[in-house]
T-cell receptor, first 114, second 112 residues
Framework: AQSVTQPDIHITVSEGASLELRCNYS??????LFWYVQSPGQGLQLLLK??????LVQGIKGFEAEFKRSQSSFNLRKPSVHWSDAAEYFC????????????FGQGTTLQVKP | DAGVIQSPRHEVTEMGQEVTLRCKPI?????LFWYRQTMMRGLELLIY????????DSGMPEDRFSAKMPNASFSTLKIQPSEPRDSAVYFC??????????FGAGTRLSVL
């Protein structure tokens, strides 16, 4: 079955510390992978995406993610977290054909301590 | 572009009433998606359209839910009759040729 797992429901880090959010997927076809961020009361905003090519992708707001096919993972990282990064983060997987459908993980809530 | 526009942002209604949520996708996008977000179930895809045609409605919870897309710039999600368990945030998203979904700000629905 196709699925996305974000093992950490809630993470707290100190401002300035590094961050890694985990994402594992189960998908039969070549996946497209996404990370979205949702601030309170807002919709989801795309942080970054992986379609093909370089497995380390850069996104907005200083985020990056690395696709590891052997581990079926697409972890999100940031070297130094800012208080404004507090939000909920969603990993999603889609198909490389043109169906348009995405499967989302349950989300990870990030809290940033001053 | 103004992005995906949803209305209303908040809706409070009583059980048994009809609720209509509205969405205007980004101009030129040919896919439109309706999602529901709850604490218990996370983000669920309800239905999606391609070129105004419903492609997959397997996520629609029951017959009380219906969605239409009469033209490329407008879609509705209707719940009739509404029930308290329908309380959630409903998102609309649209997608163009770039395989990226762009989300609206959502409609927070409370059914009392």
């Amino acid at each position: 079955a196709q699925s996305v797992t974000q093992p950490d429901i809630h993470i707290t880090v100190s401002e300035g510390a590094s961050l890694e959010l985990r994402c594992n997927y189960s998908y039969g076809a070549t996946p497209y992978l996404f990370w979205y961020v949702q601030s309170p009361g807002q919709g989801l905003q795309l942080l970054l995406k992986y379609f093909s090519g370089d497995t380390l992708v850069q996104g907005i707001k200083g985020f990056e993610a690395e696709f590891k096919r052997s581990q079926s993972s697409f972890n999100l990282r940031k070297p130094s977290v800012h208080w404004s990064d507090a939000a909920e983060y969603f990993c999603a997987v889609g198909r490389s054909s043109n169906t348009g459908k995405l499967i989302f993980g349950q989300g990870t809530t990030l809290q940033v301590k001053p | 572009d103004a992005g995906v526009i949803q209305s209303p942002r908040h809706e409070v209604t009583e059980m048994g009433q009809e609720v209509t949520l509205r969405c205007k996708p980004i101009s030129g996008h040919d896919y439109l998606f309706w999602y529901r977000q709850t604490m218990m179930r996370g983000l669920e895809l309800l239905i999606y359209f391609n070129n105004n045609v419903p492609i997959d409605d397997s996520g629609m919870p029951e017959d009380r839910f219906s969605a239409k897309m009469p033209n490329a710039s407008f879609s509705t999600l209707k719940i009739q009759p509404s029930e308290p368990r329908d309380s959630a945030v409903y998102f609309c998203a649209s997608r163009g040729t770039g395989n990226i979904q762009y989300f609206g700000a959502g409609t927070r629905l409370s059914v009392l």
